[in-house]
């Protein structure tokens, strides 16, 4: 069974200081990696997409692909308390849905 | 919510009784996924479809069904609901079945079924 393991937090962060989200998963067949923004009542928004290894830079927020260690980071910099949030990490195999962890729950203390 | 709408948004059901869940799409994508959210469970697939009229079972597909009779319309069906399907249920969109298969979430349904 197909499993994406991360911290459930809380993650405590000062305004203006990265926050870094980590997320390993079990399935080496993984092809695609995402990360999600899901305020608390809304709907998961998708932040950040990763394919190959290395890193990848989207403004304030950067994604690593590790997958020989078969884990994927997301750092955010200059954190805001908009940032407060839970973080899902999620994987893809095939076209048959996203296998997601349980979120990592993320306060920016202003 | 790219183009998303699910209805209703909230709805409370009593056990036994049947309930179907709606998901809209204007962007004409092919794929079109359901899954609940439960605490301390995450975001778990329950259907998908691939077209028109091709549907597959996700993870926690025991007890409900789905169909697509038409490109921009998912319906999710709990034949008899029971209390362990309460939840909040997200419609997700996808253009592509290749690697780079982002999906897009709608805004959700929350049902309570007493």
């Known amino acids: 069974q197909k499993e994406v393991e991360q911290n459930s937090g809380p993650l405590s962060v000062p305004e203006g200081a990265i926050a870094s989200l980590n997320c390993t998963y079990s399935d080496r067949g993984s092809q695609s990696f995402f990360w999600y923004r899901q305020y608390s009542g809304k709907s998961p928004e998708l932040i950040m997409s990763?394919?190959?290894?290395g890193d990848k830079e989207d403004g304030r927020f950067t994604a690593e692909l590790n997958k020989a260690s078969q884990y994927v980071s997301l750092l955010i910099r200059d954190s805001q308390p908009s940032d407060s949030a839970t973080y899902l990490c999620a994987v893809l195999e095939r076209a048959d849905g996203l296998t997601f962890g349980k979120g990592t729950h993320l306060i920016i203390q202003p | 919510d790219a183009g998303i709408t699910q209805s209703p948004r909230h709805k409370v059901t009593e056990t036994g009784t049947p309930v179907t869940l709606r998901c809209h799409q204007t962007?004409?994508?092919?794929?079109m996924y359901w899954y609940r959210q439960d605490p301390g469970h995450g975001l778990r697939l329950i259907h998908y479809s691939y077209g028109v009229k091709d549907t597959d079972k996700g993870e926690v597909s025991d007890g409900y069904s789905v169909s697509r009779s038409k490109t921009e319309d998912f319906l999710l069906t709990l034949e008899s609901a029971t209390s362990s399907q309460t939840s909040v249920y997200f419609c997700?969109?996808?253009?592509?079945?290749?690697?780079?298969?982002?999906?897009?979430f709608g805004p959700g349904t929350r049902l309570t079924v007493l």
């Open positions: 990763i394919y190959s290894n």
């Open positions: 997700a969109i996808s253009e592509s079945d290749t690697s780079y298969n982002e999906q897009f």
């Open positions: 962007e004409n994508h092919r794929y």
